[in-house]
């Protein structure tokens, strides 16, 4: 009983407490949709990433070309050309993976791009959401699109369009 009675209690104090809190959503993919030079960057980027796929891909089909080479003719060769043989292959497999690495990696050319395209413009939106926070008194806003945990909102409490009016792209 008494484990009731302090959940209760427990329950309303966090409800009380929540009430005097504002809170706003945005829906960051609806934001970025409407932002032209985030639509340009995007593209950009994904022309980079077919290009630089198109190469990484060329270096893996070369070792595959030299190792079907190499298996046609490995009854032909002596020890000496068979270990020179392998030693090319494995090296052009690790040119690739290298290549791989230098375009695709953790801290590669795309993510580097990446960064330098889409900072400016999501910098540019946390700016806008913080200025009408501000105005309106928003203790907490969060983004309906990355977060997974919320079933359903009012829509009321959308500001996508404020910040969208925010940065010059009204809706």
């Known amino acids: ?17 929540g009430k005097a809190q504002k ?14 030079a985030y639509e340009m960057a995007n593209e950009q980027l994904n022309q980079i990433s077919k290009k630089w796929q198109v190469e990484v891909e060329k270096q893996f089909q ?3 070309n030299m190792y079907k080479s190499y298996q046609s003719e490995v009854v032909f060769l002596s020890e000496d050309m068979k270990k020179k043989r392998e030693d090319e292959i494995v ?18 050319e795309l993510y580097k791009k990446r960064e330098s395209l889409m900072k400016p413009i999501q910098e540019e939106i946390y700016n806008a959401v913080k200025q009408v926070s501000e105005e309106k ?25 404020e910040i969208l009016a925010k940065l010059g792209y009204s809706k």
């Open 91 to 108: 090296a052009k497999e690790k040119a690739a993976n290298d290549l791989k690495r230098k375009y695709f990696g953790q801290d590669g």
């Open 62 to 64: 070369d070792a595959q």
């Open 137 to 161: 008194g928003y203790q907490m806003v969060m983004d309906r699109a990355s977060s997974a945990n919320i079933i359903f909102a009012s829509p009321r409490i959308d500001i996508s369009n």
């Open 23 to 36: 809170f706003a959503l945005i829906d960051m993919e609806y934001i970025l949709k409407n932002i032209p």
């Open 1 to 17: 009983m008494k484990k009731i009675v302090l959940i209760t209690i427990a329950a309303i104090a966090f409800c009380a407490s």
